[in-house]
């Protein structure tokens, strides 16, 4: 009954892990025009939504087009959390739990990476700054080694 | 997990995907023209002008859209909206665009400056095709009124065509009294292949001129002129972009230096776009005598569906034949 409820947790854990990443990773350039529209320049959020829905689909900045971008390194690693936590042991909760920390320290690194480079983005405005959301993709893909890495260790500690 | 769950995991991912492709092709396009159409009779000026954007991009398929734009174009009152809606005219439809330009013509000689202003704003954004505003637009370059020259010099830069009369234009305007419209005249001359020996002069004259920016601007333009794009590079680009108007309208203002391109342009005649096929019949016209292979393509041109691609078609075989009888 444990190991069932256990196991129940960890499919949870994964999924959510899974779900946040795709779905902070379309929505992130969108909560952060918000944010910044509302921080910034002073807008209601209903002000703030409108905003973000004519520009939408905007010729030259489609703020749709941004938020595929961003979510291609999420999507990537969902994918990636899904098999790496999906098929790890679930009775191996040393090998389980280093595992989950990779993933969840990559995970927050992400979001906290992309979102800090949107809010910057919109809050200092420069002729070049769309080439951030170019970059950024690639940039992120390159972190993720690089944070699974440090999660992982930190799992090696928590986890002995 | 069971492999049955990350399956179905993975399916839902694929299934949010092709919704999300779903989405954006609706968005893009033709299909978009309808949303697009219902934004332009929004009361919101913002939503109006991406609006107008959008439809500009779309082109000939936003056909439908055609009448709000003119309605837009040519209201009365003072507006944003007008130079953005007629903007957005000449991709989609040349008559429609003529007529936006008919329409602003004799509001240049307006009493109020404001709706001179507006009228040389409007003119300018419709580009190219307001060629036939240019002996007007010349009419007002002297306008008491500086932020009217101002419009005036912009609008000429943004029409460019016919070169020679455009570029007597902007030469007076390269005297002009007030920094601001000299400025903006210098500005015409940056990167944009216009250039005359009394271009180069009054460019250099400027290069001391009492203000600060205007003179920079002179002296950058002049570096500029030492290294020209040439024909071969708006040739590559009218290759590899989507958009043929700029190299187009390059080509157009290098008049008989551009020869090289004619065999393209003579291609472009037949494109299925009539901005298109306009600007390749406006740059034959300006090549002159030596387009002469291109005659048979006009001559063809000559039936085009578009009236405004015929008339240009056919100011091109005369500026060939003319000119051709003229150095004969």
Redesign the interface.
């Given at each position: 009954m444990t190991t069932q409820r256990s196991n129940s947790l960890l499919t949870t854990f994964t999924l959510l892990i899974y779900w946040s990443c795709i779905l902070l990773g379309l929505g992130i350039p969108w909560i952060a025009t918000i944010a910044v529209d509302v921080w910034k320049h002073d807008q209601s959020l209903a002000q703030a939504t409108h905003q973000l829905q004519l520009h939408l689909f905007a010729p030259g900045f489609s703020l749709f087009l941004v938020a595929i971008f961003n979510a291609v390194p999420f999507v990537l690693l969902a994918i990636f959390t899904l098999f790496h936590l999906g098929l790890a042991p679930s009775e191996d909760r040393k090998l389980w739990g280093r595992r989950g920390t990779g993933v969840l320290v990559t995970a927050l690194g992400f979001v906290g990476f992309s979102a800090w480079t949107h809010v910057m983005t919109l809050w200092y405005p420069d002729a070049q700054g769309a080439l951030a959301y170019l970059f950024l993709p690639v940039l992120l893909l390159g972190l993720m080694p690089i944070g699974y890495a440090l999660g992982r260790g930190v799992g090696t500690l928590i986890f002995r | 997990?069971t492999r049955r769950?990350?399956g179905l995991?993975?399916g839902a991912?694929v299934a949010?995907?092709a919704l999300?492709g779903v989405?954006?092709w609706q968005?893009?396009g033709a299909r978009?023209v309808p949303g697009l159409i219902d934004a332009l009779q929004s009361h919101?000026l913002?939503?109006q002008m991406?609006a107008a954007?959008?439809l500009?991009?779309i082109g000939v398929p936003a056909q439908a859209a055609v009448p709000v734009l003119v309605e837009l174009a040519t209201a009365n009152g003072r507006s944003s909206i007008h130079s953005e809606a007629a903007g957005a005219l000449p991709p989609i439809d040349l008559s429609a665009a003529r007529k936006v330009m008919i329409t602003w013509l004799p509001k240049l000689q307006d009493p109020d400056p404001q709706i001179r202003r507006e009228a040389a704003a409007v003119l300018g954004a419709l580009g190219p095709v307001a060629k036939p505003a240019v002996h007007s637009l010349l009419g007002i370059v002297d306008d008491p009124n500086t932020v009217v020259r101002d419009r005036v010099v912009r609008a000429l830069g943004a029409i460019a065509l016919p070169s020679d009369m455009v570029m007597g234009g902007l030469l007076q305007a390269l005297r002009d009294p007030e920094w601001t419209v000299r400025y903006a005249a210098v500005t015409q001359f940056s990167f944009n292949g216009l250039s005359s020996p009394e271009s180069v002069a009054a460019l250099r004259e400027l290069t001391q001129d009492s203000n600060q920016t205007v003179a920079r601007l002179a002296k950058l333009v002049l570096t500029s002129r030492d290294h020209p794009i040439s024909v071969s590079v708006h040739l590559l680009t009218l290759d590899q972009s989507n958009d043929r108007t700029y190299p187009l309208l390059q080509l157009a203002k290098l008049g008989p230096q551009a020869v090289e391109a004619v065999p393209k342009l003579s291609s472009l005649l037949t494109s299925d776009k009539p901005l298109e096929r306009y600007l390749a019949a406006c740059a034959l016209e300006t090549i002159g005598p030596t387009a002469k292979d291109a005659a048979p393509y006009l001559q063809r041109s000559l039936e085009d569906s578009d009236p405004i691609v015929r008339e240009a078609a056919a100011e091109a075989i005369q500026a060939i034949e003319n000119k051709k009888s003229a150095a004969s």
């Open positions: - | 997990m769950q990350i995991n993975l991912l949010l995907m999300l989405v954006y968005h893009t978009a919101d913002q939503a991406l954007q959008g500009k991009d």
